[in-house]
C-alpha cells in the first residue's frame, strides 16, 4: 500500500505565498518522477510542475518564475513553493508519484493524492 499525503493549501491574496507538501508513504521500493497538478473548477486538471529524483525540473508556462519545485528524497516529500499568486492559480492541487513498490519490482505504478485547495482572492 502506498499513499500520498498532500498539506499546505489554503486561502491567500492575490500576490501572496503558499509551500504544499507531499509525502509519500507505504511498502516504496523507489520513486521516480514526483510531481503537481492542478484543476480548477469545470477545467481539465492540469501539469504544473515536475522534478525526477535526480532534481530536474519542468513547469508549466503560466507558473514559470513564481513557482518552484523541490524533494526530499531521504523524506519521500515534494514540496511546491508558491510565490506572486493569482486568482486563476486558484484550484485543487494534486500529488502524483510515479513509484515502485517491494511488492512488484519491475513494475512503476502512477500515484495520486487527495488533493488540496488552494484559492488566491483578488
Known amino acids: 500500500q502506498v499513499q500520498l499525503v498532500e498539506s499546505g493549501g489554503g486561502l491567500v491574496q492575490a500576490g501572496g505565498s503558499l509551500r504544499l507538501s507531499c509525502a509519500a508513504s507505504?511498502?516504496?521500493?523507489?520513486?521516480?518522477?514526483m510531481g503537481w497538478y492542478r484543476q480548477a473548477p469545470g477545467k481539465k486538471r492540469e501539469l504544473v510542475a515536475t522534478?525526477?529524483?535526480?532534481?530536474?525540473?519542468n513547469y508549466a508556462d503560466s507558473v514559470k518564475d513564481r513557482f518552484t519545485i523541490s524533494r526530499d528524497n531521504a523524506r519521500n516529500t515534494v514540496y511546491l513553493q508558491m510565490n506572486s499568486l493569482k486568482p486563476e492559480d486558484t484550484a485543487v492541487y494534486y500529488c502524483?508519484?510515479?513509484?515502485?513498490?517491494?511488492?512488484?519490482?519491475?513494475?512503476?505504478?502512477?500515484?495520486w493524492g487527495q488533493g488540496t485547495q488552494v484559492t488566491v482572492s483578488s
Open positions: 502524483n508519484a510515479y513509484i515502485t513498490t517491494t511488492q512488484a519490482m519491475n513494475v512503476v505504478y502512477r500515484y
Open positions: 507505504g511498502t516504496i521500493f523507489s520513486i521516480n518522477v
Open positions: 522534478i525526477t529524483n535526480g532534481g530536474s525540473t
